[in-house]
């Protein structure tokens, strides 16, 4: 599936990635490839996926950290939407 990660100030990634955690209004979930069309309010936490082949562009390294092979992306809210395996996350 294709991750899109979009800040006021730039879009930081967009990459093919295996899997993607949000921190949801009501919790933590997980999206995996083929998971149904979701639009969700997204809180003060980290975004974590994996991916094969994950391409960060080197002015945003430095806002990813990777601990156990998940990349990790702090945010304090924003909105997220995935359809057709593509996720767009819009995030403070």
């Given at each position: 599936?294709?991750?899109?990660?979009?800040?006021?100030?730039?879009?930081?990634?967009?990459?093919?990635?295996?899997?993607?955690?949000?921190?949801?209004?009501n919790?933590?979930?997980?999206m995996?490839?083929?998971?149904?069309?979701?639009?969700?309010?997204?809180?003060?936490?980290?975004?974590?996926?994996?991916?094969?082949?994950?391409?960060?562009?080197?002015?945003?390294?430095?806002?990813?950290?990777?601990?156990?092979?998940?990349?990790?992306?702090?945010?304090?809210?924003?909105?997220?939407?995935?359809?057709?395996?593509?996720?767009?996350?819009?995030?403070?």
């Open positions: 599936m294709f991750l899109e990660i979009v800040t006021p100030e730039a879009v930081l990634l967009t990459s093919e990635v295996l899997s993607v955690t949000v921190p949801g209004i919790g933590e979930f997980q995996l490839n083929n998971h149904a069309p979701i639009v969700s309010l997204l809180v003060n936490g980290n975004v974590k996926f994996k991916g094969g082949t994950v391409k960060i562009e080197e002015d945003f390294q430095d806002k990813f950290t990777k601990v156990d092979g998940e990349y990790v992306f702090s945010i304090t809210g924003g909105t997220i939407e995935m359809k057709e395996n593509k996720v767009i996350i819009l995030a403070d």
